[in-house]
């Protein structure tokens, strides 16, 4: 097999065999494939797309390059949660202990901020002590103890996507619906989890646009999942806005908290809650109820135990940025529009995310929002406040605000997205 012959495959529109696949992930896994070779076919996929049987092989080849976790011999029904990616997407830090303290074992796999969307590891960081890299038995001990984990993926899960994710971040080459669903999905199956709850993000804010996108890429996870005897089901839920009032790494955390102490902002909760009862019935766990984990403490002692588990003090302080910068309304009337990718943009550049992979992420950096989209603002008052240690970042977070919101009159009729917009399963 020579690697050219795939790469015309592909490029000339024709299908990849099984063969081929199967070689190409092997060899580019070895080293033997170029990182250049596997960007010249990762662009051909891009344009020329992957047919079903396509992506089930390439998506079965990525498992087959590293190990499989195994979690039989926990006693309780596993579940677990992968979000595409959005702004103030904090819902995984209360989800997990949440969805525990109702019965089931939650493994959550989770990544690092890419591009303007957080990352849940990023955010946990930022708890002082806590500790994103277990090793397999310490992610088995610290899920049997308490219920939930939420770790990083260990080098030998899929490193075959290990290596082209981080290929496809530099070379344009994320947002290919066939790459996205074996990329995720390989990392999943290969976690060894029962059962998997999907949160395809559509909106400005997301790597999905539109709900077609949206619908095809759900469908195709959920076809992979089912095919590997993972129960999956996925939510599209909205990303045009961004979740809650926080996006940055602490402040997401205390937010989170906010959630398990019974509180929160409405969209948050709402979301968390609608996640757990999918991961629950898809468990087939029946008699539980979220709302009431929450309320009455059971979730936030799961959550204190988890960080515990792993090196966190869940009573620490946690970081604020040195410098803010507080954006007033410019005029009265009602907030019609706040935009996700705008607001990710801005957190992003104050230093929540990273500009190269190396990059390390400022824990306090990001954006405090003071009103939502369908609220009544005056002129004058706080509507955005900008979180930063390095303030000159202020005025480059700022030109990406610009244009992030509309203020209409007041009495302007205003219809709010549903945060869930539909379920593919
Ligand atoms: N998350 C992943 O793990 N992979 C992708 O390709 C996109 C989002």
């Avoid at 097999?1 to 070895?30: C, H, N, P």
């Avoid at 994320?174 to 999907?198: D, F, H, R």
């Avoid at 629950?280 to 204190?304: C, E, N, Q, T």
């Amino acid at each position: 097999m020579d690697v050219i012959s795939v790469i015309r495959t592909k490029r000339d529109r024709g299908e990849l065999s099984d063969e081929q696949i199967d070689w190409v992930i092997d060899a580019y896994t070895r080293g033997e494939v170029a990182d250049e070779q596997m960007s010249a076919l990762a662009m051909a996929i891009l344009l020329n797309g992957m047919n079903r049987r396509e992506i089930a092989r390439w998506t079965a080849a990525m498992i087959a390059s590293g190990e499989r976790m195994d979690f039989s011999s926990l006693s309780r029904p596993t579940a677990d949660k992968h979000s595409t990616g959005g702004v103030g997407d904090k819902i995984t830090l209360p989800l997990a202990p949440l969805v525990a303290a109702c019965g089931a074992a939650v493994p959550q796999l989770s990544g690092r901020g890419l591009g303007h969307t957080g990352g849940t590891l990023d955010k946990l960081e930022s708890i002082p002590g806590w500790r994103a890299l277990l090793s397999n038995e310490e992610m088995l001990s610290v899920l049997d103890g308490t219920g939930a984990v939420i770790c990083a993926a260990g080098d030998g899960l899929a490193p075959a996507d290990k290596k082209l994710y981080a290929l496809r971040d530099v070379t344009g080459t994320v947002e290919a619906i066939p790459l996205i669903a074996s990329s995720i999905m390989s990392k999943k199956i290969a976690e060894g989890t029962g059962s998997l709850v999907l949160d395809v993000k559509v909106g400005t804010g997301a790597f999905m646009k539109t709900i077609e996108d949206a619908r095809e890429l759900a469908s195709t996870m959920v076809g992979l999942g089912t095919d590997h005897g993972v129960r999956t089901v996925a939510l599209l839920t909205d990303m045009s806005t961004p979740l809650g009032l926080t996006a940055g790494n602490a402040l997401e955390v205390r937010e989170s908290v906010e959630v398990l102490a019974g509180g929160g902002p409405s969209d948050v909760v709402e979301l968390t809650v609608a996640l757990a009862h999918e991961m629950l019935a898809a468990a087939g766990i029946r008699d539980a109820d979220p709302a009431k984990a929450l309320a009455d403490g059971s979730a936030m002692d799961v959550w204190r135990r988890m960080i515990a588990a792993q090196g966190g003090d869940p009573d620490a302080e946690l970081p604020v940025a040195r410098e803010q910068h507080v954006i007033k309304a410019p005029s009265s009337g009602v907030l019609t529009r706040l935009d996700a990718y705008g607001i990710g943009v801005a957190a992003w550049r104050l230093g929540a995310g990273r500009a190269r992979k190396e990059d390390p992420v400022q824990a306090g950096a990001g954006v405090e929002m003071h009103a939502k989209p369908g609220d009544t603002v005056t002129e004058g008052q706080p509507l955005l406040t900008l979180h930063t240690d390095t303030p000159e970042r202020f005025e480059y977070a700022l030109e990406s605000i610009e244009g992030s919101y509309d203020i209409e009159a007041a009495g302007t009729a205003f219809t709010a997205s549903p945060v869930v917009l539909e379920r593919i399963a």
